[in-house]
């Protein structure tokens, strides 16, 4: 994600317990014979009630249709999911009402008494280790839904894009919402016909009806639930391969013709972009690429898995498209495990801005880290955060990007241009489908190298004051 204004965010007050799910947090649970209640958070403490407990959802069949004069959702989600232990009921992610939920075929009981969870009690017991089908239907308006201090539904009465971050799938399907449990995702959206839709992968349908045009997108790839996405409105949509990488491009037909034109351009630089990144981060690790630029008056672009979506910029801002799709490797591919670990995706891709330029006639990335550090005094409240956990309302502050993509530059100076590549392409290479935290990017930094770096990383994400002017840390 990146933002002229950073974001901020509010974390909710209370610490809940998590449940193991498969590739996620290894957490002690209670030992006992008899089935268990899931818990209603995953255990990443920023949002204690992101994700939920004992469950690892595989798959997401999302069938929605969406009117944009009313802002109205309706429709069902299927969910593919194994319980990681026994449950006797358990929670999903959703602020919207549901009407009736099924487990395996059969109706079971629910309620929503608390905001955002929707908890399942199925008939019977799910044993550990068994998989089910959960299908859920629902209706309502998303627009006026909030979670965590955010109002996240970005629409009007012609346009709606459901992107946000770190918050958004729970606005309009039920979800295991953290990056720990990633899925597949196939998306159908029904809408009025004449309009458009647009979503992750590939799309694998378009068909009319009477009741209006359903397009139906999937994504093979497993993804992270925020980076799920659709929008839906009038759209001029491009479509092409490079170099065997197919690849599609939307622009909205709200902005005026200028600002069209000056989109699509700007998007049509997406297949150089991701060869350019390639040659340093290795192949492309989906099987389509493209972007959307809405209409809608939004200040940030952000990384949705394939197809990033930007605001209305110009034609001119390259550094834009480098930065989101460097995001494909760096936080949708290789995810974060906990959202304190955030500085990875932004402070890697700031850094290949960085690169990028050096490589395209800029400065060189070394001479961008000096000047970053000579212009900031040792007083200045930029070096107060600690990018290693920087709390909930900070994850977006610019220290976040900034010092991120500084600490970058600062390892490949400190350990040298080759094992910093042999670095990076072994991370993105182990973790490929995943998950990493900064302390594992930490120790592998410190295998591959075969340097402590303990007071280097130290220095540049956990103290609160301007790293010094050594070259043990990268400055020298």
Do not use: C
């Amino acid at each position: 994600m990146i933002s002229r204004r950073r974001l901020r965010r509010t974390a909710a007050a209370a610490l809940l317990l998590p449940l193991v799910i498969g590739g996620g947090y290894a957490v002690a649970v209670e030992d006992r014979a008899a089935p268990i209640a899931g818990s209603s958070g995953i255990g990443d403490p920023y949002w204690p009630l992101d994700g939920n407990g004992g469950i690892d959802v595989a798959a997401y069949k999302i069938k929605n249709r969406y009117n944009l004069r009313t802002y109205q959702l309706r429709g069902s989600t299927r969910i593919d999911l194994t319980a990681t232990v026994e449950l006797k009921r358990f929670n999903l992610d959703f602020l919207l009402p549901v009407k009736k939920v099924k487990v395996d075929g059969v109706k079971a009981r629910f309620n929503q008494r608390k905001k955002h969870e929707l908890v399942v009690s199925p008939v019977a017991t799910l044993a550990a280790g068994s998989s089910h089908t959960v299908k859920v239907f629902y209706a309502g308006n998303p627009k006026g839904k909030g979670y965590a201090g955010e109002k996240n539904w970005l629409a009007d009465r012609r346009e709606v894009v459901a992107m946000n971050q770190p918050h958004m799938a729970p606005w309009w399907f039920p979800v295991n919402d953290h990056p720990i449990d990633k899925a597949t995702f196939d998306i159908s959206t029904t809408v009025a016909k004449g309009r458009e839709v647009v979503a992750n992968g590939k799309l694998v349908s378009k068909k009319r009806t009477k009741r209006g045009t359903t397009w139906r997108w999937r994504a093979d790839e497993p993804m992270a639930p925020y980076l799920a996405f659709f929008a839906a409105g009038d759209f001029t949509i491009k479509r092409g391969t490079d170099n065997g990488l197919p690849w599609v491009n939307a622009v909205s037909q709200q902005l005026s013709p200028g600002d069209q034109r000056a989109s699509m351009k700007l998007l049509d630089r997406t297949p150089g972009v991701v060869e350019a990144l390639s040659a340093d981060l290795g192949d492309y690790p989906f099987s389509v690429t493209g972007g959307l630029t809405t209409g809608l008056p939004v200040y940030f672009a952000l990384e949705n898995q394939t197809r990033p979506t930007y605001p209305a910029v110009g034609s001119r801002a390259t550094s834009l498209i480098v930065h989101e799709i460097s995001h494909q490797w760096f936080g949708d591919d290789v995810a974060v495990a906990r959202w304190r670990d955030i500085w990875l995706n932004e402070g890697a891709a700031t850094f290949m801005e960085w690169r990028y330029a050096e490589q395209h006639g800029g400065q060189p990335a070394a001479e961008t880290l000096r000047e970053r550090y000579r212009g900031l005094p040792a007083s200045d409240r930029f070096w107060e955060l600690s990018i290693a956990d920087p709390g909930a309302a900070h994850i977006f502050d610019e220290e976040i990007y900034v010092r991120g993509g500084m600490t970058m530059q600062a390892l490949r100076n400190r350990i040298g241009d080759e094992k910093f590549w042999t670095l990076i392409r072994t991370w993105l290479d182990r973790k490929s489908g995943g998950n990493g935290s900064s302390e594992e990017f930490e120790a592998l930094a410190a295998e591959i190298s075969g340097q402590n770096l303990t007071d280097f990383f130290t220095a540049w994400l956990r103290t609160g004051s301007k790293p010094a002017e050594t070259a043990p840390n990268g400055l020298g």
